[in-house]
């Protein structure tokens, strides 16, 4: 089996070599349907590195579904794959809610991907819907169609008619938890958590005001401990960040004008397997 998949790797690299074009290494992983039998550990950065000993995140479970099973996205560190089910679990007990709706985690294998993220790599980024979770029972086709809902109105500014204390609730026992780096979301609900927070305002520090993030919240986790290559990002600015979330929203509603001195902004390349750490021809090789 080793060898076998060994073989089809080097005829894929040959083949690509011949054809004149070095095969994308979103294009390798993009093609893997399981995880590596390998002990799971994450190699690189979130925006560039790949996961060994990825588990799945079972399509249904009592307080958590598993959206657009047809991306096979549902592949994780067995860290990122507890967390989800935890979290779910307190979600579940919120009004109006019987548990968590997610979507992307990683591929099989991690890796760049074929479509969406640059991030997701390493199998500790995970997408959840803002939709609450209401059935528990849905059908695959019904995970392919139905949508999330947007909780945001003015670009992000502020959060709309959707937005509950059930949410801010869930995006709290997401942030606190402490595997987790940083949950990013819309500028408008970090500043309504900051506005509406009557406790302890620390966990504030990890949620993140960011682009898009309106109809899910992004969860990243820290590399697990004792994992060697995998590249933690900075941590978070100090604070609970609350001022920097309500200048973006000021900027969100005022822009300021276009700095001329501003760098152009660098094309990206996109990665071959040699670019991503020496680790990540072994995971696509693995069983
Ligand atoms: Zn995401």
Known sequence: MILRRFFILIAALLFAQTAGAEPLAKQLFGAQKAGSTQKAAAFGSYSRGCAAGSVQLPETGPTWQAMRLSRNRNWGHPEAIDYVQNLSRFAAKQPGWNG??????????????TSGHRSHQLGLDIDIWMLPGDNMRLSRSARE???????????????????????????????????????FVFPGAKVQMCNDEKGNKAYLRKIRPWWGHHYHFHVRLNCPRGSKGCVNQDPPPKGD?????????????????PDPNAPAPKKRREYVLA????QCAAVLQSN
Request: hydrophobic share 35%; proline share 8%; aromatic share 6%.
């Open 100 to 113: 968590l709706y997610i979507g992307d985690i990683s591929q099989p294998r991690g890796g760049p991907m």
């Open 145 to 183: 169609n139905i949508s999330s809902i947007s909780l945001r109105r003015a670009n992000g500014a502020y959060v709309n008619g959707n937005w509950t204390k059930q949410h801010h609730a869930v995006l709290r026992a997401a942030a606190k938890d402490k595997r987790v780096a940083r949950i």
């Open 241 to 257: 960040g609350c001022a920097e979330a309500q200048q973006w929203v000021q900027n969100i509603l005022n822009p300021p004008p």
């Open 275 to 278: 670019d991503l750490p020496q």
